[in-house]
Nanobody
Framework: QVQLVESGGGLVQAGGSLRLSCAAS????????MGWFRQAPGKEREFVAA????????DYADSVKGRFTISRDNAKNTVYLQMNSLKPEDTAIYYC??????????????????WGQGTQVTVSS
């Protein structure tokens, strides 16, 4: 099994940047596709970005294209989400997730096998 721990959340001003990290332990990061999701109060958890285990395929939600960048460093068992030009509507709890046999990036919550506890991102206006 894999344990995931997110970090890097916090309070930032609109237009600012933040980098989230997700550290994995318990099993090699290799061959896991990774995803980032977010959930605002009263809203369903929504897809943000995903990356295959090799990093050769990447997918983004339309709302974050051009602003967010997902990347991974398998040697460090870590996946990142660089968030630039942040907007108040980006405010949410951000979760990372892992999917076995990660040959294709996934967009749906139920497709993932492991989840972190989340990290709060708040963007002030």
């Amino acid at each position: 099994q894999v344990q995931l721990v997110e970090s890097g959340g916090g309070l930032v001003q609109a237009g600012g940047s933040l980098r989230l990290s997700c550290a994995a332990s318990g099993r090699t990061f290799n061959h896991y596709s990774m995803g980032w999701f977010r959930q605002a109060p009263g809203k369903e958890r929504e897809f943000v970005a995903a990356i295959t285990w090799s990093g050769d395929r990447i997918d983004y939600a339309d709302s974050v294209k051009g602003r967010f960048t997902i990347s991974r460093d398998n040697a460090k068992n870590t996946v990142y989400l660089q968030m630039n030009s942040l907007k108040p509507e980006d405010t949410a709890i951000y979760y990372c997730a892992a999917k076995t046999a990660g040959w294709i990036p996934k967009r749906l919550v139920y497709e993932y096998d492991y989840w972190g506890q989340g990290t709060q991102v708040t963007v002030s206006s």
